[in-house]
């Protein structure tokens, strides 16, 4: 079983900056790929972003391509999204996922019920 912590949320300006990260504990963080989730007040989580085991492999929703980056530190147990440029239409919860579904992970990576365990959530506002 794997826990996942978040942090790095807050408030921030229209075009500012942040950095989440998510701490995962157990020994076997490098089985996991990773994701990133987001939750808007009335609106469903929808995917962001995702890294593969290695962290060889990355992935984007099309509403944050080119302005978040996506990175993993496996001696860590970390993941972490960097996120630039950021607009109003970011401000969510930011929630990080653990997935041990295999190579169909790939296929299915944008998708939440791929994903074994979540994190408890982390704030974003993003004031315009």
């Known amino acids: 079983q794997v826990q996942l912590v978040e942090s790095g949320g807050g408030l921030v300006q229209a075009g500012g900056s942040l950095r989440l990260s998510c701490a995962a504990s157990?020994?076997?963080?490098?089985?996991?790929?990773m994701g990133w989730f987001r939750q808007a007040p009335g609106k469903e989580r929808e995917f962001v972003a995702a890294i593969s085991w290695s962290g060889g492999s990355t992935y984007y929703a099309d509403s944050v391509k080119g302005r978040f980056t996506i990175s993993r530190d496996n001696a860590k147990n970390t993941v972490y999204l960097q996120m630039n440029s950021l607009k109003p239409e970011d401000t969510a919860v930011y929630y990080c996922?653990?997935?041990?579904?295999?190579?169909?992970?790939?296929?299915?990576?944008?998708?939440?019920?791929?994903?074994?365990?979540w994190g408890q959530g982390t704030q974003v506002t993003v004031s315009s």
């Open positions: 996922a653990a997935s041990r579904y295999g190579s169909s992970w790939f296929r299915d990576k944008e998708t939440r019920s791929t994903y074994d365990y």
């Open positions: 157990g020994r076997t963080f490098s089985t996991y790929a």
